[in-house]
C-alpha cells in the first residue's frame, strides 16, 4: 500500500534537489566517455531504469564495472543526480552502471532493496550486450544507498538475512569490493522513509566483499563509518577506514559527488585504485 507523501517529505526534496542542481551547475558529458541512457531494468518504466557509461577509449572491451547505488534519504534520487558523479568514475577505466529506484514513502522499504538486487542481475544477465567482466563487479553507494549496498552485499552472503525476503541477490554472486560512503548504516530516519527497521551491523559476517569504508570531518554520519568498521574488524573482513578533511578543511557529507572539488577527486582516485586491487 503507497503511504502518503507528505510536505516535509516534498520540501525535503526540493531543498537536496536544488542542492545538487548548484554543485553541478554547468557540467556536461565529457567527449571521451560513451554513454547508454534509460535503459528499463523492471517493469517500471519511470523509476526502473538506468544507464550505462563507457570510456570511449575502451572501445568494446570487457571492462570492470562499478554498479552506482545513490543516496537521498531513501526518499529521493535518480540517477540523474548521480550521472556526473558516476561519469567520472567512468573516466577512471570503469564502465559504471547508474540506476534509478523506487523511492520511500510511495515505494516502501524494501522496494529500493529489492530494485538493488534487480540491477547486478541485470548487469550479470547483460554482461557481453555491455562489455562487462562479470568476475570484476564492483559497487559504490553513499548516505542511504551505503546503507542498501551493504545490506544487498549481505543478502548475497548470509542466508539467515536473505531468508527475509521474497527476492534474493544473483545466485552465487558476491561483488568483488565495495565501497561505502558516508553511509548510513543503520536506520536512523525509520519513521519518515522506511516502516522496516533493518540495521545492517546485525549482519555482517567474514564473507562480506572487501571494503573501503569513507567519511569526512564535517560528516553527520561520521559515527556510522565507526560502528561499521568494528563490524568488519570482528568479522577480519578486509577493509580501509578514510577519514578526508581536517579542522581548516571541513568537508562535508558526501563530498566525494562534487566532481568539480579537489578534495572529491582525491577520494574517487583512492577508491578505484582499491577495485584495482580486487581486478
Not at 531504469?49 to 552506482?68: E, F, K, M, Q, T
Not at 568514475?89 to 523506487?102: P, S
Not at 578533511?245 to 562535508?252: E, M, Q
Not at 566532481?259 to 577508491?271: G, P, V, W, Y
Request: proline share 6%; net charge neutral.
Amino acid at each position: 500500500m503507497k503511504q502518503l507523501v507528505t510536505k516535509k517529505i516534498l520540501d525535503a526534496r526540493a531543498g537536496m534537489k536544488a542542492s545538487d542542481d548548484r554543485r553541478d551547475a554547468g557540467l556536461t558529458t565529457p567527449e571521451d566517455v560513451r554513454r547508454f541512457d534509460n535503459i528499463p531494468y523492471g517493469p517500471d518504466g519511470t523509476w526502473q531504469i538506468l544507464d550505462v557509461y563507457r570510456p570511449r577509449s575502451a572501445g568494446d572491451a570487457p571492462l570492470p564495472v562499478i554498479v552506482n547505488v545513490h543516496g537521498g534519504g531513501w526518499i529521493y534520487g535518480t540517477k540523474e543526480t548521480y550521472q556526473f558523479y558516476c561519469m567520472d568514475l567512468c573516466r577512471r577505466g570503469f564502465a559504471v552502471v547508474n540506476f534509478t529506484y523506487r523511492l520511500a514513502p510511495e515505494a516502501p522499504f524494501p522496494a529500493s532493496l529489492e530494485d538493488t538486487c534487480s540491477v547486478f542481475g541485470w548487469v550479470l544477465d547483460n554482461a557481453g550486450a555491455y562489455g562487462f567482466d562479470p568476475k570484476r563487479v564492483f559497487g559504490v553507494g553513499d548516505s542511504a544507498g551505503g546503507h542498501l549496498l551493504a545490506l544487498f552485499c549481505e543478502l548475497c552472503v548470509n542466508p539467515a538475512l536473505a531468508a527475509k525476503y521474497a527476492f534474493s541477490a544473483p545466485a552465487g554472486f558476491v561483488p568483488a569490493a565495495v565501497a561505502l560512503n558516508c553511509g548510513a548504516y543503520r536506520y536512523r530516519r525509520a519513521k519518515l522513509a522506511i516502516p522496516k527497521y533493518v540495521n545492517t551491523t546485525k549482519y555482517v559476517t567474514s564473507a562480506f566483499p572487501p571494503a573501503f569504508l569513507m567519511t569526512s570531518t564535517g560528516d553527520f554520519l561520521k559515527n556510522e563509518a565507526v560502528i561499521m568498521a568494528q563490524c568488519l574488524t570482528d568479522a577480519s573482513v578486509p577493509f580501509e577506514l578514510h577519514l578526508y578533511g581536517d579542522s581548516k578543511n571541513r568537508l562535508g557529507h558526501v563530498f566525494h559527488v562534487d566532481i568539480k572539488s579537489a578534495d572529491a577527486a582525491l577520494c574517487n582516485d583512492a577508491e578505484c585504485a582499491f577495485f584495482r586491487k580486487y581486478c
